[in-house]
């Protein structure tokens, strides 16, 4: 069975997360992911600068 839908984020710009020289090699697919990945850890309150080891 073949599921096939799409949708649309109004006024996503990638380039709010990613640089702008990396947003033309990347697919809307990855631009989305990491623009949903740094919202995650910054809503989660992660510090990326200390490390834990």
Do not use: C, T, W
């Amino acid at each position: 069975m073949k599921v096939r839908f799409g949708g649309e984020i109004k006024d996503f710009n990638p380039a709010d997360y990613i640089e702008a020289k990396k947003v033309s090699r990347l697919d809307p697919f990855s631009h989305i992911a990491i623009a949903a990945s740094i919202q995650a850890a910054k809503e989660a309150k992660l510090d990326m600068e200390k490390e834990d080891h």
